[in-house]
């Protein structure tokens, strides 16, 4: 596959890297909101853009009917979902595309933190829905 159509390739490895480190350092089993906070400051180390839970309305013919708030926005191009699930799922990632439609992003990583090694699921979204 050419990079072309490989979306933001070197920033989701970047994401993924900062990922391993913080598994790596915290350890898992936590809650995700933990894992969420410190990708945050892995980011921050790490200079990379990350905007922490923006919100997106929801709008249903013309009508906003409620809000999404992701966990995490990376290069203003990246939605990113901590999870602490025992495996992602076809669920998670017909969520992930639900997210990114909203978001009107065309990627999304799910980041599992539930185990000792690192599960993550590139979500890419295609030009037209």
Request: aromatic share 10%; hydrophobic share 40%.
């Amino acid at each position: 596959m050419s990079d072309s159509k490989f979306l933001f390739r070197d920033e989701t490895h970047q994401i993924i890297g900062s990922a391993i480190e913080v598994l790596n350092e915290i350890g898992h089993g936590f809650y995700e909101k933990i894992y969420e906070n410190a990708l945050v400051v892995e980011f921050g180390l790490r200079n990379i853009q990350v905007v922490q839970q923006p919100d997106y309305p929801i709008i249903f013919k013309s009508v906003t009917v409620g809000t999404y708030i992701p966990d995490l926005i990376c290069f203003g191009a990246v939605v990113v979902d901590t999870k602490t699930i025992e495996e992602i799922t076809h669920h998670e990632i017909g969520k992930m595309l639900n997210y990114l439609k909203v978001t009107n992003l065309r990627v999304g990583l799910l980041i599992n933190f539930k185990h000792a090694k690192l599960e993550f699921k590139r979500v890419v979204r295609s030009e037209v829905d």
